[in-house]
């Protein structure tokens, strides 16, 4: 399946422009993405583009990923009801750093032929001089064009209004292309949907100063079966960096999306092939109880995203919280996994008498009372890092996960978690 037929079954194409399937069928041709460093991190979000690159090259084209160093400095207006905050150039800096990191993930910058690049426009945007670009490119640009591009409009009637600077981003955008057109004869832009006006410019930009013909496909916006936004929970973005979305909810957040999502998000985030996709859907027809389709996606967009070992270490913890019996549980990995969870210190010294497991319970906050804590024991409902406790038991330094975590567990889902001190 080539590039255009696979993101069409994929539902992965809102626009297109007339040619671009003759353009990739005539050889391999260059395609960029542009990734705004508002954070350093990508987000779940940002997967769409990040694939659309990675199938752009896995069906022998180049992919280039472009970090935007300048224009991050202005920030895009598309989809945004009001002005960004500006960031620091150190901020950029430090953003455009982990961003790099990243996407290394997902691409291969070594491959002879199709290898992606990796560039910064704060390079050309930096030097850029205002004089020289209003004459050779702002020239070029209608204010009745730019004021009829929807995202503009949106702002125009709104009480804010939109700033210069930001009324200036699809100017630079547009230039972005050009120079990528000039130094790696780069013929298509891609992106979402909400990016549409923007591609067209560099497009027509490209077409004025150079008579060349360049592409531009644009994806649908991603929102879940009720309209929301994608990428979102209710603790925040789901980040690709695991400092700041430890693997284990980043598994768990693909894991629970809705039922009416998950066949479609297959398509959308995973190398599946149709066969295999048409499979899954089948068996969760059947049997939607047992929700395959979240598993496999889980799975297969963790340890995209997160490496086997990321992805071992979430169904680890998953398997932990769901009752199981698991050996090589690492302290971060599950303390991530219980991060609300009330949480005691108790100093290591004290644990290396051996603290009677009665006490723990009662320290923890698992009950109120030793003759209560007595009781849960003895009704078999009182839990030690999965394992039940008996009466008698008492718990020393070494039974601490890593040496450092003890996992409390009441019934089926009442956690506390010990941090040993000292």
């Known amino acids: 399946m080539d590039f255009v037929e696979d993101l069409r079954w994929r539902g992965l194409i809102e626009e297109a422009t007339p040619g671009l399937e003759e353009a990739l069928a005539e050889g391999p041709l260059t395609g960029y993405v542009g990734f705004d460093p508002t954070a350093p991190s990508l987000h779940a979000g940002s997967l769409l583009p990040v694939l659309a690159l990675a199938r752009l090259q896995r069906a022998g084209h180049r992919p280039i990923a472009v970090v935007g160093g300048g224009t991050g400095m202005v920030g895009d207006p598309s989809g945004k009801s009001q002005e960004r905050q500006l960031l620091s150039a150190a901020a950029i800096a430090e953003n455009v750093a982990g961003l790099r990191a990243q996407l290394g993930r997902f691409l291969d910058f ?61 100017l630079l955008q547009a230039y972005d292309y ?15 949907s909400d990016q549409w006006g923007n591609i067209l410019s560099g497009i027509d930009l490209i077409r004025r100063l150079r008579g060349a013909k360049a592409h531009g496909l644009v994806s649908p916006l991603v929102t879940d079966a009720a309209g929301r936004k994608f990428g979102k929970t209710e603790a925040g973005a789901v980040w690709l960096d695991p400092e700041r979305t430890s693997p284990y909810h980043f598994y768990q957040f693909w894991l629970n999306v809705a039922d009416a999502d998950a066949a479609r998000y297959l398509r959308y985030f995973t190398f599946l092939d149709r ?70 210190e108790i100093p290591r010294d004290e644990l290396a008498a051996g603290l009677p497991a009665v006490d723990l319970l009662v320290r923890a906050g698992v009950e109120g009372s030793k003759g ?18 008996e009466d008698g038991t008492t718990v020393g330094p070494d ?5 450092t975590l003890l996992v409390l567990r009441k019934g089926k889902k009442t956690y506390r978690l010990v941090r040993v001190a000292g």
């Open 275 to 344: 066969g295999r996709i048409a499979e899954i859907e089948a068996d969760f027809a059947r049997a939607p109880e047992e929700r395959l389709a979240q598993r496999v996606l889980a799975e297969e967009v963790t340890r995209m995203t997160h490496g086997a070992d990321g992805l071992a270490r979430a169904e680890r913890v998953t398997d932990f919280l769901f009752g199981k019996e698991v050996a090589e549980l690492r302290a971060d990995d599950l303390a991530a996994g219980l991060a609300d969870a009330p949480t005691t």
């Open 399 to 403: 039974d601490a996960l890593d040496g």
């Open 110 to 170: 070594d491959d002879p032929r199709t290898g992606a690049l990796l560039v910064d426009n704060a390079e050309w945007l930096g030097p850029l001089g205002l004089m020289e670009f209003l004459r050779d490119v702002g020239k070029h640009f209608t204010v009745n064009a730019m004021t009829a591009r929807e995202s503009v409009k949106r702002r125009l009637a709104s009480e804010e209004g939109i700033s210069f600077t930001e009324f200036s981003y699809m």
């Open 372 to 389: 209560a804590a007595r009781r849960l024991v003895a009704s078999g409902g009182a839990y030690l890092n999965g394992r039940r406790l």
């Open 178 to 192: 050009l120079v990528l057109h000039d130094r790696h004869g780069c013929t298509l832009q891609m992106g979402g």
